[in-house]
């Protein structure tokens, strides 16, 4: 639908634009209406309303999101966990089987152990960079196969490409959460993959102002996921649409800003003596930095280290850093500073911790488009 858009700059700006424009409308309005006039001579007519996901602002919307993976479709939907959730629900039936990364997102996993396995639906644990181990989990009942682009709080990178072949050679559907990637970074259709994820309440809209979630892929697919949203409900207001769409539009420069600055904090962290390890795909110290550069189009903007002191310097560094806003969430302008087992990991048990690498004293960063030696002083103050 977008071909003449050959860049994704360009996309970014104009894909999605109504032809010809509301009025003349040079940014489309908001269309705060939760129903639309017709008539019986309209009786073909789609019937919109905003539950619906077909608002003028929503119908922008999926086709900027579509065009920025090079996919057939797209949806948006109240928030990742919502994009998450019902595509899980419309790709797995009771009796289903599906493997999944070992290191998810704490929503997800939550949602899989806990609703999911009340619904009948199984799973088993797969490692990202051990493709030989992949199919010995499967399973006659095995239908899809949930990854993530990039983990977190660690940092890792999955061997992608092998898991899009692997998928399509076992039948299985591709689903993956590119939400730490975002669409500059990494289009997972591209590499095969039949549904991306995203939480646009991160990169996507990058303002830390709303939440929004989106699932961009096969419109075979996205057709199923918009009949379940309908009766499920968790549908995108216009007010949001209308915010993601405007906060697309820096999407590009925010992301490699963002690329930029993640590296040089990154390489300021590791030369430190009092850091003890730096999880950061663009450093070569990286164990999956040579995938990351074959498959990413940049490093991304987070970062996570551990101090030598452990946990008490780790909190020390917390109570003194200034600039950076100790918060939960990523992907906006501004850095944020985080302590996983305070936030995202903190349901886990002293033993899932240690054996998913995540210790007390991890601090994740979410790089921001301040000027990074701003953020690099502030680090070092902090690291005294
Ligand atoms: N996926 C990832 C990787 C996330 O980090 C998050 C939230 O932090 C989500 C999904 C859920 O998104 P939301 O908070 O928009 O529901």
Redesign the pocket.
Known sequence: MTEKFQNIETKIIHAGDPKPTFKGAVSIPIFQSSTFEYRDKDKDREVKYIRLSNTPNHTALHKKLAALENAESSLVTA???AA?ATTLITALSPGDHFLALDCL?G??KGFITNLLSELKVSHSLISGNQPETWKSQCKSNTRVIYV?TIT?PLLQVPDLESLADFARDNNLISII?N??ASPVNFRPPEFGFDLSLH?C??YLNGHSDI???AVIGKSEWIDKIRQNLKQLGGSMDPHVCFLLYRGIKTLALRVRAQNKNALKIAQFLESHHQVKKVNYPGLQSHPQHDTARHILDGFGGMISFELKGGLKAAQKFMDRVQLAFIAP??GGVETLLTRPVMTSHRGLSPEEKARSGISDSLIRVSVGIENPDDIIADFNQSLH
Do not use: P, Q, R
């Open positions: 928030s990742g966990m998450i997102y929503g997800t993530e977190n959460d939400t730490f939480s309440t991160k939440v929004g979630g969430s990523l």
